[in-house]
């Protein structure tokens, strides 16, 4: 799994580092991707970041 933001329509509104923590930290426009290719157990709290996003700007990309 593998975390990706689409900066442009990001607005840092936050939402996914309540969800993610450890995975995303908001400032104030921006999120930063603190793990891109996070550990599989933290796929709920990840697709929750991407779920809630108020931009849709999140995705989560599955390499196989």
């Known amino acids: 799994m593998r975390v990706e933001v689409d900066l442009d329509l990001c607005q ?3 939402m996914c580092e309540m969800e993610a ?3 995303f930290r908001a ?3 921006h999120v930063e991707i603190l793990q891109r290719e996070p550990d ?3 796929r709920a709290e990840v697709e929750a970041a ?3 996003c108020p ?3 999140l ?3 599955d390499d196989e």
């Open 27 to 29: 400032h104030a426009d």
């Open 55 to 57: 931009t849709q700007a």
């Open 59 to 61: 995705k989560i990309v």
């Open 40 to 42: 599989e157990s933290r």
């Open 21 to 23: 923590p450890d995975v």
């Open 12 to 14: 840092g509104h936050g």
């Open 50 to 52: 991407v779920t809630y």
